[in-house]
């Protein structure tokens, strides 16, 4: 069956440091895989979207990698702040839904 | 900047009953999904639809649930008979394509049922 893992549940790391959160997945061949931010109580905010053809996505102090051979992609958050403490989720489709890994809980503690 | 409306924020039904939440997509765009999310666990995916008609459901979404589209602004979900794992955020989403695009979530509507 589909899998997707976020194999962090939580993370916590000190500001300023570089966040990196990774997903992988099984017996999907994505076209497409995309990166949500979700607070508690909202609904999931979309960051970034990276395609099977591209290796790396960059925005601002964003960046995605995307590893078809390794079925993995990992997110970095560089010079992080208290700001981006949130649980992160990492979402794969190419048809008509988009399923999310479980997420991974960042805080950032100044 | 255009956004997903969904209402009610909150509703509290008793089990058995029915329930309709109620979403307003962003204007422009063709695809329509549902999502929930029970308290503490991951983001399922419901259900999408386009063209007036469901594109694709998980197996969460099973014979008590039903979605709509009644006019040209609201996309409707409802679950016919409540049960009490039926608690959850319901997120309505919307996109401009079918893959590879943003999907835009609403705040979502939490749903309690006792």
């Known amino acids: 069956s589909q899998k997707i893992e976020q194999n962090s549940e939580a993370l916590n790391i000190q500001e300023g440091k570089t966040a990196t959160l990774t997903c992988n997945y099984t017996?999907?061949?994505?076209?497409?895989l995309q990166w949500y931010r979700q607070d508690p109580g909202r609904g999931p905010v979309f960051l970034l979207l990276i395609r099977e053809n591209e290796k790396e996505k960059r925005k601002e102090r964003l960046k995605v990698t995307f590893d078809t051979t390794l079925k993995q992609s990992l997110f970095h958050i560089t010079a992080s702040q208290p700001a981006d403490s949130a649980t992160y989720l990492c979402?794969?489709?190419?048809?008509?839904?988009?399923?999310f890994g479980a997420g991974t809980r960042l805080t950032v503690k100044p | 900047e255009p956004e997903v409306t969904q209402t009610p924020s909150h509703q509290v039904t008793q089990m058995g009953q029915e329930v309709i939440l109620r979403c307003v997509p962003i204007s422009n765009h063709l695809y329509f999904y549902w999502y929930r999310q029970i308290l503490g666990q991951k983001v399922e995916f419901l259900v999408s639809?386009?063209?007036?008609?469901?594109?694709?459901k998980s197996e969460i979404f099973d014979d008590q649930f039903s979605v709509e589209r009644p006019d040209g602004s609201n996309f409707t979900l409802k679950i016919r008979s409540t049960k009490l794992e039926d608690s959850a955020m319901y997120f309505c989403?919307?996109?401009?394509?079918?893959?590879?695009?943003?999907?835009?979530f609403g705040e979502g509507s939490w749903l309690t049922v006792v």
């Open positions: 979402a794969l489709g190419d048809n008509n839904d988009m399923r």
């Open positions: 639809f386009y063209n007036n008609e469901i594109s694709e």
């Open positions: 017996n999907y061949s994505p076209a497409y």
């Open positions: 989403a919307s996109s401009g394509r079918i893959s590879g695009n943003t999907i835009y």
